[in-house]
């Protein structure tokens, strides 16, 4: 794609296959600016490099910022911007995750792949029966409160900034209340674990998880224990704490080390997926057109 657009912006892009490391930092000696991925964290040594070859713009193919340590970079005289993108992306997947959450897929499609077509034992749920609790109502969020008004289901909100046109409630009455809660909040050190122990124990008997934000707004732990014991009904991840070097990789004839991927996976009633509800064209298509966008206005002065 960087390819495609580069001639509509007058560019000519200096592209690496590998991720940005100290080891191929000088394909960017010449440059002011850098695109990158937010599949790899950004070490402090790596900002430093960066700096010193005269790199003083960053773009971040992403919405969070988790990867690379902001002030640290400012602190090197190296500026961090985000990309937006269509929030539709992962708003759809979310929607998919929650829909086969409550009707029980993971189980009827494994059971239809080995031809077993009998009906579960365990009847699904209707959207318009159950109150979803949406956490974090930015782009995505709001893309999501959206589609769930189609399902006519009681939906509640919570946030630290009220910008939407949403029933708000506080975080505590909102995991009290939900038959579904879905995460879309930003990870910064004010949501880590967000979702830990004791916020788990406040959410309803056999209530559903479905996070699409990032891994560590979980404690993983905790919901393990809380699947196990029947406390929740079930979870559908897309990103998991401990994801980087899994997700992303053909792991198909080597060992995870990762257990609590392992142990979820087990599980009937959670659903899996790596990293995967933004990726589609048109989500694609915006973050690196914007990504382009942002490092030539750097470049202007804007």
Request: net charge negative.
């Amino acid at each position: 794609m960087f390819r495609e657009m580069a001639p509509r912006f007058g560019i000519t892009p200096t592209i690496a296959e590998e991720p940005v490391s100290e080891a191929n930092i000088e394909l960017a000696v010449g440059n002011r600016c850098i695109s990158i991925g937010h599949k790899t964290p950004i070490t402090n040594s790596i900002l430093l490099a960066l700096s010193k070859i005269g790199i003083e713009y960053i773009s971040t193919r992403s919405i969070g910022f988790n990867h690379i340590d902001v002030d640290y970079a400012a602190s090197v005289g190296i500026t961090v911007g985000n990309v937006a993108y269509s929030p539709d992306s992962v708003a759809d997947f979310t929607l998919m995750l929650m829909l086969m959450a409550v009707r029980d897929a993971k189980s009827i499609i494994r059971r239809t792949d080995e031809h077993d077509y009998r009906l579960n034992e365990v009847r699904g749920k209707e959207l318009r029966d159950l109150t979803v609790g949406v956490v974090g109502t930015g782009r995505i969020g709001v893309a999501v409160l959206e589609r769930l008004r189609g399902f006519g289901c009681k939906v509640l909100a919570y946030d630290t900034i009220l910008t939407a046109s949403a029933d708000y409630v506080p975080l505590e009455e909102l995991l009290q209340q939900s038959d579904i809660v879905t995460l879309h909040v930003p990870l910064t050190t004010d949501t880590y674990h967000l979702l830990d122990r004791q916020a788990i124990e406040r959410m309803k008997h056999g209530a559903y998880i479905i996070n699409t934000g990032r891994g560590p707004l979980i404690e993983t732990e905790a919901l393990i224990a809380a699947l196990e014991s029947g406390k929740l009904g079930g979870a559908a991840l897309d990103v998991l704490e401990g994801e980087e070097g899994i997700f992303y990789a053909d792991c198909r004839n080597k060992a995870i080390d990762g257990k609590p991927l392992l142990r979820l996976q087990n599980l009937p009633n959670v659903i899996v997926s790596p990293h995967t509800a933004y990726y589609t064209d048109h989500a694609l298509s915006d973050t690196v057109e914007n990504s382009i966008i942002n490092c030539l206005q750097f470049e202007s002065g804007k």
